[in-house]
């Protein structure tokens, strides 16, 4: 278990879903990953901020129940102006559909979403510097974007001054398999874009996948579908781990890692 503090800009610090049924989505993810909740900023709305071992963790809150909008999860990109970031992602052609505003003495906040419609978050820490631990059972550990290709990549270099990173060629010195890409901060991977052409999910579309550390993967695939989610892409093994992608009962996708230790 590693705990963290305030990240340099571009770097995922926080993830949040927003959801219809608040109640029934904490029980869900209780059960899970054994979190715990406490209030979150009132100017939010309805909504919590998930606890292991007191340490924070994630966020969840509750859609006005007029507004029909995906559930997802939603990764947030530490910044240490949110003003001049939503002001970069407007003019290198992203969108921004909420704020940036004020959350309380927590900090500054926006929703955006870059030009081929994925949405992330923008943090601007005060008080709240994200998530507080990681590496443990019920942790956000990566955040993929997941696109048609990789170009979006440069949105990002322009927006938060990420740096990119090709995939290894394979072994016999061909080309590399997939479109993925590695983004970093400083020289560190802190996300990665993945383009998977024809097969991006037509009722998605361009979207940020949050990755959550888990004891056995295969068990917590099996306790998805007990809790009343679903097993989108069975547990199987990739690069020095076991994952799943599974959704909760609303829909929210995500996907569950055991990454092999050394």
């Known amino acids: 278990m590693t705990e963290a503090t305030r990240r340099a800009p571009g770097t995922p610090c ?58 997802a999860w939603t990764p947030y990109l530490a910044t240490d102006d949110a003003d001049a970031t939503a002001e970069a992602i407007r003019s290198a052609c ?13 900090g500054r906040m926006a929703i955006a979403s870059d030009p081929v419609g994925a949405v992330f978050g923008v943090w601007q820490a005060a008080a709240h510097t994200g998530t507080a631990v990681h590496g443990t059972h019920g942790t956000p550990v ?20 990420h740096e990119t990173q090709a995939l290894v060629p394979s072994a016999d010195g061909g080309p590399a398999e997939e479109d993925r890409l590695t983004l970093l901060v400083g020289g560190r991977p802190v996300a990665s874009v993945r383009g998977v052409g024809q097969a991006l999910p037509r009722d ?12 056995d993967t295969d068990a917590a695939a099996q306790r998805v579908v007990e809790l009343g989610g679903r097993v989108i892409r069975p547990p199987g093994t990739g690069a020095g ?15 569950i890692v055991r990454t092999e230790r050394g």
Not at 94 to 106: D, H, K, R
Not at 241 to 254: K, L, M, Q, Y
Request: net charge negative; glycine share 12%.
């Open 14 to 71: 926080w993830v949040s879903l927003m959801v219809h049924g608040l109640d029934v989505t904490q029980e869900f993810y209780a059960s899970l990953f054994g979190w715990e909740f406490a209030p979150g900023p009132p100017q939010l709305g309805p909504y919590v901020r998930a606890l292991l071992d007191g340490k924070e963790v994630a966020g969840i809150g509750r859609l006005p129940a007029d507004r029909h909008l995906p559930v």
């Open 94 to 106: 992203g969108t921004v559909g909420v704020g940036p505003l004020v959350a309380g003495e927590e």
């Open 142 to 161: 990566w955040n993929e974007l997941v696109a048609r290709d990789t170009a979006v990549s440069k949105f990002y270099q322009v927006v938060f001054g």
């Open 204 to 215: 998605r579309g361009p979207h940020w996948m949050t990755y959550f550390e888990v004891e």
């Open 241 to 255: 781990c076991r994952e799943a992608t599974v959704a909760d009962p609303e829909g929210a996708v995500f996907t």
